[in-house]
């Protein structure tokens, strides 16, 4: 069931925050392998900061990182790998990253930034993990890829299948896109149906089917959908507004036993930050079952983050399918889908519905996922996340109101993400009238000010274990600059 935190300020779900509470807390339900600063180094240290603050800002340049993209322009399309890395929202000089460590990364111009996008989501027990690089660098003995079974896709897949409520087996591929491309394929197969839902602003890659009202880098971009889909690809995608029950209800009615499977984020990150209201997880499930339509939790970005079985098993809500990656690869490219037996005994070679890939359970990722989910394991683990990144949107919300900016936002465990609207923000219409010129400009100054979010404002923003209550002030510290300054 849905635990402590789904706390928000003008983002769909509410429930009561107690900063009191928290702060009195913080100690307790710390993980005992967190080694971190008491209040007068804290102080301290933030003092510190404080006092040079000006020298920081007048030192900052990007020089080396504009050679390098200028460079990467020629060679790659817009300079990437992937579109929201060109900083086309916020404008400004993309930076260039040398090395991560922990909750920090450095660009090649030897600035150092507090990082709140975890590569995306997979760095949940911070980056370049010691105990997680030691277990590598011995798999990397026994070699790279095999191409053939392991025994490390046998502890990984049990470990999930464990943990995740509605996997009872499980196949493992190279992304997220991958495992939605892969579990849409097997829920068309599986119903004999070719209808699918999914709801605006929702990202599950980009697959031909799916690059419809998508969120992420595509809304980032402004872009309804994409140039080279075939109008075929896309006729039997429905869409609906997110937390829009009756929508979804009325899809069904229009077309009676056609639609396969609805697929939807449990919690939207490709949007901004957006929970479900209550009772519309539950609704699904409802008119899935009575339509014998399957119901699919794309659980790539929330799947081990905002608990440790995903968000069903924080809202107590248990689909047929559900799409994993980022964290259960530890930082190494990975995917999964998996659910019911019955469903998943249909894919190759155990089934008809074919579906391969060459990397596919690699021995690195493999190991990268199982120590990462280990760690996961711990006591105080999820408990730990949710004090500091409470701290941390609760901080910023309130700078924003003291600095006479409207603001909105909210959080899950190590998930977050605020608006400049008044909000409520229940799906992606609403998270359009945010400013984004706005936002803009306090991306960029808390750039300037070290602090690394995610360079749109329809992203989540993740935080780690490896976060520091020390973080958490510089970051509030720094946001309340920015702010007046806005």
């Not at 790998?81 to 090395?99: E, H, L, M, T, Y």
């Not at 464990?162 to 579990?183: K, L, W």
């Not at 599986?190 to 969120?215: M, N, P, S, W």
Request: net charge neutral; with cysteine.
């Amino acid at each position: 069931m849905m635990t402590t935190a789904a706390a928000s300020t003008g983002i769909g779900l509410t429930s009561p925050w107690n900063p009191t509470k928290l702060i009195n807390n913080f100690d307790k339900q710390r993980p005992k392998w967190m080694n971190l600063p008491n209040q007068s180094s804290s102080s301290s240290r933030v003092t510190k900061m404080a006092a040079s603050v000006d020298e920081k800002l007048k030192t900052f340049t990007l020089q080396k990182s504009e050679e390098a993209f200028n460079k990467a322009k020629e060679l790659m399309p817009g300079g990437v790998n992937s579109p929201v890395r060109a900083f086309k929202s916020v404008g400004g000089q993309p930076i260039v990253i040398d090395s991560v460590k922990g909750s920090h990364m450095t660009d090649i111009d030897g600035n150092v930034y507090i990082d709140y996008v975890g590569s995306w989501g997979p760095a949940i027990i911070g980056h370049a993990d010691d105990k997680v690089l030691a277990a590598l660098a011995e798999t990397m003995k026994k070699g790279t890829s095999f191409g053939a079974p392991c025994l490390l896709e046998n502890v990984l897949a049990e470990m999930v299948i464990s943990a995740v409520p509605s996997i009872e087996m499980v196949r493992f591929v190279n992304s997220g896109t991958e495992a939605c491309m892969g579990v849409l394929r097997l829920a068309r197969a599986f119903t004999g149906r070719q209808k699918i839902i999914k709801f605006e602003g929702c990202y599950h890659g980009h697959a031909d089917a799916f690059l419809v009202k998508a969120g992420s880098g595509v809304a980032t971009l402004g872009l309804p959908d994409s140039p080279g889909v075939p109008k075929a690809a896309t006729s039997e995608t429905l869409t609906s507004p997110y937390n829009d029950i009756a929508t979804v209800q009325s899809l069904f009615e229009a077309n009676k036993g056609e639609i396969a499977a609805v697929i939807l984020e449990p919690v939207v990150g490709n949007s901004g930050f957006i929970p479900p209201q209550p009772d519309f997880l539950n609704a699904l499930r409802k008119i899935t079952k009575e339509n014998d339509a399957l119901l699919i939790f794309d659980e790539v970005m929330t799947g081990f983050r905002i608990s440790y079985g995903g968000a069903q098993e924080y809202f107590g809500i248990t689909p047929d399918l559900t799409t994993l990656g980022k964290i259960i690869g530890g930082g190494l490219p990975v995917g999964a889908y998996g659910g019911r037996r019955d469903i998943m005994e249909m894919v190759a070679p155990a089934g008809p519905m074919y579906q391969a890939g060459t990397l596919s359970g690699n021995p690195l990722a493999m190991t990268a996922g199982i120590h990462t989910l280990k760690r996961l394991m711990e006591p105080g683990t999820y408990e730990y996340l949710d004090e500091i990144t409470s701290e941390l949107t609760q901080g910023i919300l309130n700078a924003g109101k003291k600095s006479g900016h409207t603001i909105c936002g909210g959080y899950i465990s190590g998930m977050f993400g605020f608006f400049f609207t008044d909000g409520p923000v229940y799906n992606f219409e609403d998270a359009k009238k945010s400013d984004t010129t706005k936002f803009a400009r306090f991306y960029r100054g808390m750039l300037e000010e070290g602090v690394y979010f995610a360079p749109s404002q329809f992203e989540a923003g993740f935080t780690s274990l490896a976060h520091s209550s020390v973080d958490i002030e510089q970051t509030i510290a720094a946001a309340e600059r920015v702010l007046r300054r806005l």
